[in-house]
């Protein structure tokens, strides 16, 4: 574009800085500026070649539609030109909407059903899910949920003041009646091992409660119900992510679920990915809002909700699982935190 512009506002001047006896004058004869100027208008094309170069691999050559899987080809000789892609057909020109902080300007409108985008250098991409894929989502679910055990033993009990101070008072009364520094000092390592005990088994039974209600036809629960869709993230023919969402149209909301990615193959993206396809389902279907819950401990689970817009609301204390006996052991040595978080898409 510079080399454009110097051409347009000075045409007769400047045309090629190695030519030392026509730099500033222009002259020289009709060969030589016609040389420079071949010269200039080949500089130009390679700068807007390097430029196209710089777009986003999987964006649209025509009308950089980020969710087009097309990839651009060479902007010089147009070889191996693949077919206008559907968004292109459609008359979307121009640039994609910016993804901005709120969420009217966060997720662009869509006409209609878009291909699958891919995920960064990985290749990976978001679809709906086969009939053949059910065992493989059941298994990063279940890998998923199962990570929570000791999170939830041993993390959790930083969030739990009121459980830090029976065990200490416990490991106080074990030194008053022992006298036994020993004993004392055991008791912690007792205790941990109760509280895995409790995690490994509240959690093994709500495993067996969702593994025979939604996650044991993911078909029937998530893809026959309108507003309801359930996606998996694949790479390489490999299935490595999942989500759901199921409609509510009581209150037109959208609720996100069982999102979950195999953990050789986190930091990539693939979650963030698994959530915008949430969102872009709500909008789609005109849900007013999307939320979810979660019983997650890990901080990277809670800043994963937060950029994709949603906003925490409220936390349950005490909250109970589906499997819970509500005996008194397991009230001292398990807790679990729920967290709401929200994301209105428009006021009703």
């Not at 008053?176 to 520094?181: F, I, M, P, Q």
């Not at 998530?222 to 999942?242: H, R, T």
């Not at 849900?287 to 906003?311: D, P």
């Amino acid at each position: 574009m510079r080399a454009r512009r110097a051409l347009r506002q000075a045409p007769g001047r400047y045309l090629h800085r190695g030519c030392k006896a026509h730099a500033w004058t222009g002259g020289g004869g009709a060969d030589a500026a016609g040389l420079n100027r071949e010269r200039l208008e080949r500089s130009a094309a390679s700068l807007q070649w390097r430029g196209a170069g710089r777009r986003r691999r999987g964006t649209c050559a025509r009308c950089r539609c980020c969710s087009c899987p097309h990839s651009a080809t060479c902007a010089r000789t147009g070889a191996g030109r693949a077919p206008a892609p559907r968004c292109c057909e459609a008359g979307a020109g121009g640039p994609s909407p910016a993804r901005g902080a709120s969420p009217s300007g966060m997720w662009p409108s869509l006409a209609g059903a878009a291909p699958p985008a891919e995920l960064g250098k990985d290749g990976a991409y978001i679809r709906e899910i086969q009939p053949g894929e059910q065992a493989a989502a059941r298994r990063i679910f279940y890998e998923g949920i199962m990570e929570r055990i000791p999170n939830t033993a041993f993390r959790g009990l930083k969030s739990q003041p009121l459980a830090q101070l029976l065990y200490g008072l416990l490991a106080v009364i074990c030194f008053v009646v022992t006298k036994s520094l020993l004993l004392t000092c055991c008791l912690p390592i007792f205790l941990m091992g109760m509280r895995y005990y409790f995690s490994r088994k509240v959690i093994l039974n709500y495993l067996d409660c969702a593994l025979h209600t939604d996650m044991s036809d993911i078909e029937q629960y998530y893809m026959k119900p309108p507003g309801s869709c359930f996606w998996v993230a694949v790479l390489d023919g490999n299935v490595v992510g999942i989500v759901a969402a199921r409609g509510n149209e009581e209150d037109n909301t959208l609720e996100l679920r069982r999102m979950s990615v195999d953990s050789k193959y986190r930091g990539k993206g693939i979650a963030k990915a698994l959530g915008r396809k949430v969102l872009e389902f709500a909008m789609l279907n005109n849900y007013s809002s999307v939320v979810l819950g979660t019983t997650a401990v890990k901080v990277a689970a809670h800043k994963l909700y937060e950029s994709l817009g949603f906003k925490h609301v409220g936390i349950v204390e005490h909250y109970t699982l589906p499997g819970m006996t509500h005996s008194l052991l397991e009230r001292v040595f398990f807790q679990l935190r729920y967290h709401r978080y929200r994301l209105q898409l428009r006021e009703e």
